[in-house]
Each structure stands twice: as structure tokens, then as C-alpha cells.
């Protein structure tokens, strides 16, 4: 098929999307000597890092990650652990803010830092043009470009539909999950996949993933499983301001029920999985069932440093999510039932669920019970009704530990490298980080890449150069 090229650049690497991996991309990739292309399709650059707490976190150690991702691929797992340490001195010779003490037990299980996420993101941007490179927004790569041997650039469409060829050695999707494309979740998530509230940037809609799969890569696990947080149901509106304060991150302390008035799941699991498993119970909806004393300590602190401490049922309450509050557990009960959900069924689930709680946890009604449970028993009572949302995707693009894409045989495709969400397999239904992963994968594909450069182009091959208009066949 031939597409009229306006314009062609010549550079050594072209990174795909500008969050946190494919500024760690191409910053490595600068930093090596290659000259970068950074092109994100949106007006902005960041990506969905530009949106986040800025915690830099994940498993402490290869076992850690084992236990709490028991589905992960532990190759990936081991290299992020092994490379956590390392990644962490460069962001403070950078000159960033890095806290000086960690956050432990983030998510339940990993170690992190809180750091200033968009000065990391301007910083990466920074190194890239200092070396030479560019980076540009409004760029939405259509396609990668090969010659049938190795990956030998892309096309990408600008603002006012000109088509760009860029002709490079090495190119590093960075995309950032295929959170954003409804016909992707509904058939690898399933059925109520069209009900998750993306909680995301909105480019983040499988491109990557397109444009690998053209390119011939093989898929990976993981398919169905996603990063996300429980959100008060309904709200009235949901903007990347409301992302942060309408995360209801407690809800692993509270009775967790379904619209049947059923529990389903350990709730102790932490509210990321609590979210992915909300997606599969009846309409995906829950309720959230806890006590004055919940909603006073995990309710109202502070999960993540730089959050702040908000009272999260009162600015679900105030966003219009279904709420209830009684002084009494049959009172509230009462109020739950008028949203139809069965009394009798909900109130023999929570009889069961104190009983189990009050003797060291089992399992109540055939769902585990931890022994860190604890019954609702401080009034006023209160319930929340809720709904998962989506930050991105856990299955993708399949990697090795140099960020090389790989075909449906396991073997690496020329030129062509993948980092962050866009990659799967290193969460699965498990969290092993968002950030902190997005870096250290941006810096193994941005290695690759320049090295591949480095090792195969000639320096007058790679001079960046401008030309008119061509005709790419």
C-alpha cells in the first residue's frame, strides 16, 4: 500500500509515547549517544506518570515478588528487583526529589520513595534534547516500518495530517497499556470490562500493542488482569483531578459485598485486587461495609505521601456515590436493603463474617476470612456503594530483560523494543508497581536499543537529516 510521505528525519532511535518508560527510554538511549525521536500523540507528555502520587515502588525482594505475584514472570520480576537500587541513585544524582526514607508496605507488601514525578518526567525530556534528539507531542505513530529483516523506523501522523517517516536503527513502544480501548478489554477482561471507569490518561488505547502485533510479536499472561482502585458508584463527574482523592485505597479493611449481599473475596488482598474482582460480580458493583473506627484511621490517613489525609467516604458521599450511615448494624442493614440487595443474605453474611473474624479468620460461607479481619463494631456504621476503575493493563507485548520484543516463538524481532504498560507478564492480577517498573523497563529497551545503534550504524550514517516529500511503499 503506498502512503504519501511528507517528510522524512533520520535519527537513531524513535521512543513511542512520553510517561514515565518512554522518558526512561529515551533518556537512556540519549545518555548512550543515540540521538532520540520522543513522539507522543497527545498535546502534553507524561502520560498517565504525570497523573500519579509519584510513588517510586515496588516488590523488596525476588521473593517478596514471588509470594505476592505468583503469576508474574519472574525473569522480569528478578531483573526489576535486581535493577530497583540502581535506578533509584540515578533519579538522585539527577537532582530530583527523592524522599530519604522509604514508605514500606506499599500496597500491602513493596518499598518505595515518594518522588517528584513531573520534574523526573522534564528531566528525562531535558537529557534527550541536550544530547541532540527532539521530542515532539501531537505525533501519532500509524505504523512501524520494516524491511522485512529488521524494524527500520515508523510513520507517524502530526497535528495537521502529515505523515512523517522517521528512518532509525531502533524503535521502543511505550504506549502505556490498552486501558482505553473497550473492544480490547471486553476481549481479553471479559463481559463488564466495558463498565470499568478509566481512571488513565486518554491515549492509552492499545497502540503499542497494534503496532507490535503488525510487526509480529507474540503475546503474553495476563491478559485479563489490570491496575485499577475501587471509586464511590455513581459519580458525577471523573477527571484526573478526582483519580486520586475517589480512590477508596481502605477498603481492604472493611466487609466487601456484592449486589447479591454476598462476600467474594479476602478483602485483606488490598484494594487493587479488591477492584479487579468487583469487575466479575453481578452489574460490577460492591459495597463497602465498615465502622466509625475504620473510617477515622485507614479512611481518613494518608496512603501515599504527598495524598493528604481526606475523610474518602465524605468526598465519595459529596461526588454522589450511594452511600448509608446508621447508628446500628440492623439500622444500616435496613438502608442497604432499600437498594435492593437481600437483608436476610447480607445479614447472615456479616454474622458469619464476625463469628470467623472473632476466632483468628477461616473461611465464612466458603470465602477466606483473614486472621487480620476485624467485624465492624464501633458505631455509626456506614456503607459505600462502588465501582472498579482501570489505569492500565497488565498483559501485553511480550519482552525479554533487555526490553527486546519477541515473536510468537520467543525470538527477538531486529529493532524493535517495548517498555512499561505496553509490556506483560511482570504484574499479573498481582501489582508489582507502576513507576518504578515503567523506569527500569524504559532503561532496559532505551540500553537495547542504543546499543544496537552503537554497534551496527556507521556515524555518518546516523546525522540527522530533513528531506521533502517521498513516497514509502
Not at 141 to 150: L, Q
Not at 287 to 308: A, K, M, Q, W
Request: charged content about 20%.
Amino acid at each position: 500500500m503506498n502512503q504519501h510521505i511528507d517528510e522524512v528525519r533520520r535519527v537513531d532511535v524513535v521512543v513511542v509515547g512520553s510517561g514515565v518508560s518512554g522518558s526512561a527510554a529515551a533518556m537512556t538511549a540519549a545518555r548512550c549517544g543515540a540521538k532520540v525521536a520522543l513522539l507522543e500523540k497527545l498535546d502534553t507528555c507524561g502520560g498517565s506518570a504525570a497523573l500519579s502520587a509519584g510513588m517510586f515502588w515496588t516488590a523488596p525482594s525476588v521473593e517478596a515478588y514471588r509470594s505476592r505475584i505468583p503469576l508474574g514472570n519472574i525473569e522480569l520480576g528478578a531483573q526489576l528487583v535486581g535493577d530497583y537500587e540502581d535506578a533509584l541513585a540515578e533519579l538522585r544524582a539527577s537532582g530530583v526529589r527523592v524522599a530519604t526514607e522509604p514508605k514500606l508496605d506499599v500496597m500491602t507488601f513493596g518499598i518505595g520513595y515518594s518522588t517528584d514525578i513531573k520534574a523526573i518526567l522534564a528531566w528525562c525530556r531535558d537529557e534527550v534534547l541536550a544530547a541532540g534528539g527532539e521530542a515532539r507531542t501531537g505525533m501519532t505513530v500509524v505504523e512501524v516500518v520494516s524491511n522485512g529483516r529488521r524494524v527500520t523506523g515508523v510513520v507517524a501522523r502530526d497535528g495537521e495530517g502529515r505523515l512523517v517517516r522517521y528512518d532509525a536503527a531502533a524503535v521502543v513502544l511505550t504506549t502505556g497499556g490498552f486501558q482505553g480501548a473497550r473492544d480490547e478489554l471486553t476481549r481479553h477482561i471479559g463481559p463488564n470490562a466495558d463498565r470499568l471507569l478509566l481512571r488513565s490518561n486518554p491515549g492509552s488505547v492499545g497502540d503499542g500493542l497494534r503496532l507490535a502485533r503488525a510487526a509480529g510479536a507474540g503475546g503474553t499472561t495476563a491478559m485479563s488482569t489490570f491496575y485499577g482502585h475501587l471509586i464511590g458508584c455513581p459519580v458525577r463527574r471523573f477527571t484526573p483531578e478526582d483519580y486520586l482523592p475517589y480512590s477508596q485505597y481502605y477498603s481492604g479493611s472493611t466487609v466487601l459485598v456484592n449486589l447479591r449481599g454476598e462476600r467474594f473475596v479476602d478483602e485483606t488482598q488490598g484494594d487493587e485486587l479488591l477492584n479487579q474482582a468487583v469487575t466479575f460480580q453481578p452489574e460490577a458493583r460492591g459495597v463497602l461495609i465498615f465502622d466509625h473506627h475504620v473510617r477515622t484511621t485507614e479512611g481518613t490517613s494518608e496512603p501515599f505521601p504527598g495524598l493528604g489525609a481526606i475523610d474518602r467516604y465524605a468526598v465519595a458521599a459529596e461526588a454522589g456515590a450511594v452511600h448509608a450511615e446508621a447508628e446500628t448494624l440492623p439500622e444500616l442493614l435496613d438502608a442497604i436493603a432499600l437498594w435492593g440487595i437481600d437483608r436476610s443474605i447480607l445479614g447472615a453474611t456479616l454474622d458469619r463474617y464476625a463469628e470467623v473474624a472473632g476466632t483468628g479468620g477461616g473461611a465464612a460461607h466458603g470465602v477466606p476470612v483473614s486472621p487480620a479481619a476485624r467485624a465492624p463494631q464501633t458505631a455509626p456504621f456506614y456503607a459505600l456503594m462502588v465501582q472498579p476503575s482501570i489505569t492500565f493493563t497488565f498483559g501485553g507485548i511480550r519482552i525479554n530483560t533487555s526490553g527486546e520484543v519477541l515473536d510468537h516463538d520467543g525470538l527477538p524481532i531486529p529493532g524493535l523494543y517495548a517498555a512499561g504498560a505496553d509490556i506483560g507478564g511482570l504484574s499479573n492480577y498481582g501489582y508489582a508497581g507502576g513507576l518504578a517498573p515503567g523506569y527500569i523497563t524504559g532503561r532496559w529497551a532505551g540500553g537495547s536499543a542504543a546499543g544496537r545503534v552503537l554497534t551496527t550504524e556507521t556515524p555518518e550514517s546516523r546525522s540527522l537529516v530533513t528531506t521533502g516529500p517521498h513516497r514509502q511503499r
